[in-house]
């Protein structure tokens, strides 16, 4: 059975900071992995979509990355400001595409 | 629509009322998916549709949540007889494909339910 682990739970960094968030996953046998964003009382908003057979994907000043064999991503925020403040969810899909979230790590960016 | 959109957003049900939470997915989305997020954890997933069939509903905790998508576009979830345990933001996502695995889901913005 697919777990994903998110470490960790809670981050605060000063702006201008460089970050990694943890995402580890137990079934390597992935299709993708996708990060997401959420904001208090909001949906979900897709940041990256990373597929199987890739290793990054950037998007401005996200970069995640994936490592199949190690099960394991890292999602990359440069320069952090206080707008990245968020919860930051990775999820996996399973063969039958349902997704399987981490608990997500929440970011407090401070000015 | 430009996106996958829920009503209501917020809901406030008496213990024992039932409620009904609509999910209007993309256009041409064949695959919609229901999921259960409780305070401070990710989403679970409740439950999922290809066009009108209801393929997966190993997710729903208990035989008071009933989900339905009869023509294949707007799905609704619906819980009777809900519980204070049932108080959660309720999340719709769609996607395109057939076979879903290696595409996108795009998520609505959520119904936040809670029962006093």
């Known amino acids: 059975k697919q777990e994903v682990t998110q470490i960790p739970a809670a981050l605060s960094v000063p702006e201008g900071e460089n970050l990694v968030l943890n995402c580890s996953f137990t079934?390597?046998?992935?299709?993708?992995l996708q990060w997401f964003r959420q904001d208090p009382g909001k949906g979900l908003t897709s940041l990256l979509l990373i597929q199987s057979s890739q290793r990054e994907q950037t998007s401005g000043r996200l970069n995640a990355s994936l490592d199949k064999s190690s099960g394991r991503s890292t999602l990359y925020i440069a320069a952090s400001q206080p707008g990245d403040s968020a919860t930051y969810l990775c999820?996996?899909?399973?063969?039958?595409?349902?997704?399987?979230f981490g608990q997500g790590t929440t970011l407090q960016v401070k000015p | 629509g430009a996106g996958v959109s829920q009503s209501p957003r917020y809901k406030v049900a008496k213990r024992g009322q039932d409620v009904a939470l609509r999910c209007d997915p993309i256009s041409g989305h064949v695959s919609l998916f229901w999921y259960q997020q409780a305070l401070g954890q990710g989403p679970e997933f409740l439950t999922y549709?290809?066009?009108?069939?209801?393929?997966?509903k190993s997710g729903l905790p208990s035989d008071r949540f009933f989900a339905e998508r009869p023509e294949g576009s707007v799905s609704t979830l619906k819980i009777q007889r809900t519980q204070q345990e049932d108080s959660a933001v309720y999340l719709c996502a769609s996607s395109l494909p057939r076979y879903s695995s290696s595409y996108e889901q795009y998520f609505g913005p959520g119904t936040r339910l809670t029962v006093t």
């Open positions: 079934d390597s046998a992935i299709y993708n």
């Open positions: 549709f290809q066009n009108e069939a209801q393929l997966d």
């Open positions: 999820a996996v899909p399973s063969n039958t595409g349902k997704l399987i």
